[in-house]
């Protein structure tokens, strides 16, 4: 289990969350995150989404590989859009995410009365494999387990994103058919995680 530390008794953010990396990983070692909740607007958040975009626009040649299915995530549809900040030092004063600087997010929109679908799961370049999406992912499964009546998550990862679909599985997503507006996109894989 992974260690989280609610800051605010009376509010379900910021977060503290510890993980793990393996002791082989050539990465900073990072495993101390700030979660933050945060709106969709602000241009931190932002800034993460458009450095994910022009990554996408590269490995999917500019859309002509495919373009995102079905209505994008936005202010309007998001119930929850979160950044991850790294902390070197795990304490109870509470760390400033002004010291750090933004390396991972993640937000989850209504999918229907069951699901919740995992959106804008990004990690920058250089964090990659520290734990800083696996932060980003704990929080979030966290906020969404604590909806009544909820089953669980699902999300939709391009065909060519290998990285993100071995995340996903080695985090206990199995692969699902198609849903939603993916269903007729042949590049489409989806994913879900059920809770128990």
Not at 28 to 38: A, G, K, L, S, Y
Not at 43 to 51: I, K, M, T, Y
Not at 123 to 141: D, M, N, Q, W
Not at 178 to 192: A, L, Q
Request: aromatic letters at 8%.
């Amino acid at each position: 289990m992974i260690p989280i530390v609610q800051l605010d008794p009376d509010n379900p953010f910021p977060l503290l969350i510890t993980t793990t990396i393996s002791k082989n990983s050539q990465l900073p070692h990072v495993e101390n995150f700030r979660i933050e909740e945060m709106n969709w607007s602000n241009p931190v958040g932002a800034s993460l989404r458009d450095a994910q975009q022009v990554e996408l626009d590269a490995r999917y040649e500019q859309g002509k590989l495919g373009k995102e299915p079905g209505i994008k995530p936005s202010s309007d549809n998001i119930a929850l859009f979160v950044i991850s900040y790294p902390v070197s030092i795990l304490d109870s004063n509470s760390p400033d995410p002004s010291e750090s600087i933004p390396i991972a997010c993640g937000a989850l929109r209504k999918l229907d009365e069951d699901y919740m679908e995992l959106k804008r799961m990004y990690a920058i370049p250089s964090v990659r494999g520290s734990g800083a999406a696996l932060s980003v992912l704990t929080a979030l499964e966290r906020y969404a387990r604590k909806i009544k009546g909820l089953k669980g998550i699902r999300l939709e990862a391009g065909e060519l994103h290998v990285e993100a679909i071995k995340f996903y599985t080695r985090n206990g997503y199995k692969e699902i058919e198609r849903f939603g507006n993916y269903k007729d996109v042949p590049w489409s894989r989806c994913f879900e995680k059920k809770f128990e």
